[in-house]
């Protein structure tokens, strides 16, 4: 693991209707690999960062399939948008508006992430 | 001729025959005429030409070369088994053995040729046999059960293949030619010394410059050996007779028809009988009305559709065809065309030899400098383009064209010089024109395309090179332009960038990208595509240029698929199932126990797998470590079921206990299933062994597949299951258990190095240049100067290979991973649900109801995904 030290006692927090709540240390984060997180309300959220160590935060639900899943997926870029790919059946999320690429009318519910 | 009614009789379905009513039939002749096929045969139209791969495994059904559709379809009276006995040539009727009698408007001779054997003493004996059917075949490979050593009497084509089928039933074979030399029709003195030297050198014994005075019988009349005219003495078990073959004309001479002093039903150049304008004969049978009888497949080709075409009326003739040849005899390519002994005179020889590797090539050469022909031994490589040439002056000077690669100045004369009426397909006669016009016109742009639209490159298959070279210069001649990159982050091919990571050591992906990806891609996070690809390169190379060698370690985790990441195979309601390693799958009971606990103890689904070993189903995430705690404990390791790598090598009991076995296929398979697990690949590997030619490992359907002889072990490759099936092709046979292992070493190697990304073997075999050849080439023959550094890189897999899962579960860092929720580790994933069917457990499908979902209506209409 490649960790900067100044990053090690942040934390990520994710926006919930009312407040920001906290999910894992900064650096648990690994650039191009997601974690899942349980959300007070019962909803699982998949959160990643990229190599410039920006943060996205998506519901981790693959709505194709029903399954938890996409905090499991690759990342990438596509035409300068990061996005995540399904690992099952490879369908690919815009990370920042929750869009999929595939298939223009579905969309998965995006949060808004940082670190503090 | 040409009336409704009227009724056309083949006699004789051989290959020739087979080629006249698909002829029929391309010309709709099958539909305005009754079309009735007498066979002597217990079986329809065969490839005889491929008749000795019976040996390496394949069946007759897969050498037939029809099919009940084809008759059924084309309304064809076929009867197998029922030969013609007469002909009345006066009633117009043909009589079959069966008493069967049928009247004909048109009678067509297609009875092939009987193989000759010399009148010695004895010739009839008990072991004495000719090669000429699959029934010759099936009683040769009875008897040599029985048998130890075996002897052909012929050093011609079929000589050669007859004794290399003999080795293959392992036998100790020798060859007796009367001729100074092997091949004396195809090759001269020189390709003659250079192929006797390479045969040898397998093992088999070759005696030129001999006759066959008398086969020596012992008291129970059964063959024990044979006299020779030098006066020695060969002891030998079984003779087969391959000294040539005889028009089958026996039946045209009881009917009248005028046959040749040495044989043959004499026809014209339409192939009709110069005694009776509706009878024709083609193939073997016939004298040609250039006064030779061809005993070749590609003349009786050119014949049969020669007769069709008269038959409708349409102008065809056959006036002489080239005896070009391209063989693969024992492994050894021999070729010659056109006028390859220089009977013209007034012509030069340009020659090359090279005895040490069994090289000849020459050609001959006329004053004006117009290729006559040539002789090739040891490598057929140009034959394509020599034979083209053929007729022409090239335009390069003759020696550059038979010096190999490296020597002096190679020159690589691509078939975009030849004309466009070179005939680039001799078997089915089509020129270099109508290809280019299969891709500039009919939009072809890949070699199955344009044979299924010209038909070249569909029978003998040794023009499909060249084929290859001809699509793409037409195609990069038209300025299509195709973008062979990986994918949008990077514009080299999978096999480029295996190049790259290994010549500059690159063993981080985001160095890789930045450095060498496109230029908008650098500094940006790569897709899904390449980074399991790059991570897959990386971890197969990670030894030789000093990577991690764990997938998970460092960077590597972060391109990983899911499941790589977590070393285990997710299933659809995002639970993963475990498959621990069971080589050869043979294993103990007290393992077999140890997998029945765990997988009671935690509640999973457990399915024996296709590859012989055990799956359990319904784990999550957080249960991972915990099973492989106890697994590695019991003595298990990963069985990499998740990676594009070796998944298992079955096997079938083998020797130990089968009483057919001749090798023990168990323990080969343990050994070649731990030498390669662990080795990451563009695609999954899949092996199997079997311990005999009954194959019950199903090894013909592998990546890699070996089968035992009784001499050692054959090895085939690039087989498939799946939904694309293909039979793996053999690679090399009668292999040392370390013969066996360095060549796969170099297969699947050159694999690795070569193959895109996902492309299995199979895929890979029928795409790169050259195919089966090229890859032979380079694996068997060295012939890029490589293997050396393939092998190291095997072992360098080989010696660093750990078990994934025993050093994943000391690393707490990577352990830390294998949790549902990162906020929650003790917490599993409430989606993750089973109901119970047939005693077990199966996924809770409802899933779709449940949870949030942002675009429920609209996803009703995407219900096909």
Not at chain 2, 41 to 54: C, F, G, K, M, N
Not at chain 2, 786 to 798: G, N, R, T, W
Request: aromatic residues 6%; proline residues 4%.
């Amino acid at each position: 693991m490649t960790l900067t030290l100044e990053t090690t006692d942040l934390k990520v927090q994710l926006r919930l209707t009312d407040a920001w709540f906290t999910v894992c240390d900064l650096s648990t984060l690994l650039p191009g690999r997601g974690v899942a997180a349980l959300l007070p309300d019962g909803s699982q959220v998949a959160v990643f960062t990229d190599r410039t160590g920006r943060l996205y935060a998506i519901d981790n639900r693959d709505p194709f399939t029903g399954a938890a899943v996409l905090s499991r997926g690759l990342t990438g870029t596509h035409q300068g948008h990061p996005f995540v790919a399904s690992p099952l059946l490879k369908q690919r999320f815009d990370l920042e508006s929750g869009q999929c690429l595939d298939d223009e009318t579905v969309r998965v519910t995006t949060y808004e992430a940082k670190a503090a | 001729m040409s009336t409704d009614t009227s009724t056309i009789v083949l006699i004789g379905h051989g290959m020739v025959g087979q080629r006249f009513l698909e002829a029929l039939a391309e010309r709709g002749l099958t539909g305005t005429h009754r079309v009735v096929v007498l066979c002597e045969e217990p079986r329809p139209a065969y490839d005889r030409v491929q008749l000795t791969s019976y040996f390496s495994g394949r069946t007759p059904e897969e050498l037939s070369l029809t099919d009940a559709a084809f008759v059924e379809e084309h309304g064809i009276e076929l009867y197998v088994g029922d030969p013609a006995v007469a002909v009345d040539r006066e009633a117009r009727e043909v009589t079959a053995r069966s008493g069967l009698v049928v009247g004909y408007d048109v009678l067509v001779l297609a009875t092939g040729s009987y193989p000759f054997v010399p009148p010695v003493p004895n010739k009839d004996a008990e072991g004495c046999f000719v090669y000429r059917t699959i029934e010759d075949l099936l009683a040769i490979e009875e008897y040599a059960r029985r048998s130890t050593t075996g002897a052909v009497v012929g050093g011609g084509l079929l000589g050669l293949e007859a004794a290399g089928a003999l080795r293959g039933l392992g036998l100790t074979s020798h060859i007796v030619e009367f001729a100074p030399r092997l091949m004396p029709v195809q090759v001269d003195e020189g390709g003659g010394a250079a192929l006797l030297r390479t045969i040898e050198e397998m093992g088999l014994s070759v005696h030129t410059g001999v006759g066959t005075q008398e086969i020596v019988v012992g008291d129970d009349g059964a063959v024990t050996g044979m006299r020779l005219s030098d006066g020695s003495e060969l002891s030998t078990d079984l003779v087969v007779f391959s000294a040539g073959v005889r028009p089958r004309d026996q039946l045209a001479r009881e009917c009248g028809l005028s046959v040749g002093e040495r044989g043959g039903i004499a026809v014209d150049e339409q192939c009709r009988t110069v005694s009776d304008p509706r009878v024709f004969a083609i193939g073997e049978c016939a004298l040609a009305a250039d006064g030779r009888v061809y005993g070749l497949v590609a003349p009786g080709y050119e014949q049969a559709e020669t007769v069709a075409a008269t038959i409708a009326e349409d102008e065809s003739s056959f006036t002489g065809a080239d005896l070009s040849t391209k063989l693969k005899l024992l492994g050894v390519d021999v070729a010659s065309f056109g006028d390859a002994h220089g009977t013209a005179g007034d012509c030069l020889d340009v020659v090359y030899s090279d005895s040490r590797s069994g090289l000849y090539k020459k050609l001959v050469i006329g004053r004006d400098g117009t290729l006559l022909g040539g002789i090739l031994v040891g490598d057929a490589e140009a034959y394509g383009t020599l034979k083209a040439f053929t007729g022409s002056v090239p335009p390069v000077s003759p020696e550059s064209l038979v010096l190999p690669a490296g020597a002096g100045a190679p020159v690589q004369l691509g078939p975009s010089a030849l004309p466009d009426d070179a005939i680039i397909c001799s078997c089915n006669n089509v020129r270099k024109g109508t290809i280019r016009e299969a891709v500039t016109e009919h939009h072809c742009t890949t070699v199955p395309e344009v044979k299924k639209c010209t038909k070249a490159g569909t029978t003998c298959g040794s023009c499909v090179k060249v084929l290859g070279q001809l699509i793409n210069a037409e195609l990069e001649a038209s300025g299509v332009e195709v973008d062979k990159g990986l994918c949008g982050c990077f514009s080299q091919t999978r096999e480029e960038l295996y190049e790259i990571v290994l010549a500059l050591r690159v063993t981080s992906y985001r160095e890789l990208l930045d450095r060498h990806g496109r230029e908008d891609a650098r500094g940006g996070d790569g897709c899904e595509v390449c980074k399991p690809t790059v991570g897959s390169i990386i971890a197969s190379l990670a030894p030789t240029i000093g990577a991690g060698t764990h997938v998970l370690d460092g960077e590597q985790a972060a391109l990983q698929d899911t499941n790589d990441h977590f070393l285990a195979n997710l299933q659809k309601n995002g639970s993963y199932s475990v498959v621990p390693r069971i080589p050869g799958g043979e294993i103990a009971p007290e393992k077999l126990i140890v997998i029945g606990e765990i997988a009671r103890d935690f509640g999973l689904y457990t399915k024996i797998t296709g590859g012989q070993r055990i799956d359990m189903f319904g784990a999550r995430v957080e249960q991972l470590p915990v099973i492989w705690a106890r697994l590695v404990d019991a003595g298990f390791e990963s069985g990499h079921a998740y990676g594009k790598s070796l998944r298992t090598v079955k096997s079938c009991v083998g020797q130990t206990w089968c009483r057919y076995g001749v090798q023990d296929s168990v323990r080969m398979a343990i050994d070649l299933e731990l030498r390669y697990r662990g080795l990451r690949s563009p695609h999954k590997l899949k092996s199997a062994v079997s311990g005999c030619q009954r194959e019950c490992a199903e090894a013909q359907s592998k990546d890699f597949g070996v089968i035992a002889t009784a001499g050692g072990w054959n090895l085939y490759v690039g087989g498939n299951g799946g939904a694309t099936p293909r039979h793996a092709d053999l690679l090399a046979q009668d292999l040392s258990d370390a013969e066996l292992i360095r060549l796969i070493d170099r297969f699947l190697m050159f694999y690795i190095r070569t193959a895109d990304r996902l492309e299995r073997t199979s895929v890979w075999l029928d795409r790169v240049p050259g195919g089966l050849d090229h890859v032979r080439d380079v694996v068997v023959h060295d012939s890029l100067g490589i293997c050396d550094e393939l092998e190291s890189l095997m072992a360098a897999h080989v010696a660093h290979y750990r078990d994934e899962w025993a050093e994943t579960l000391d690393d707490p860092e990577k352990l830390a991973r294998f949790v549902s929720f990162v906020n929650a580790p003790d917490t599993p994933d409430p989606v993750v649900a089973f109901v119970p069917e047939r005693d077990q457990i199966k996924p809770d499908l409802p899933l779709l109801h449940i949870g949030l979902r942002p675009a429920d209506d609209l996803l009703e209409g995407t219900a096909t995904r």
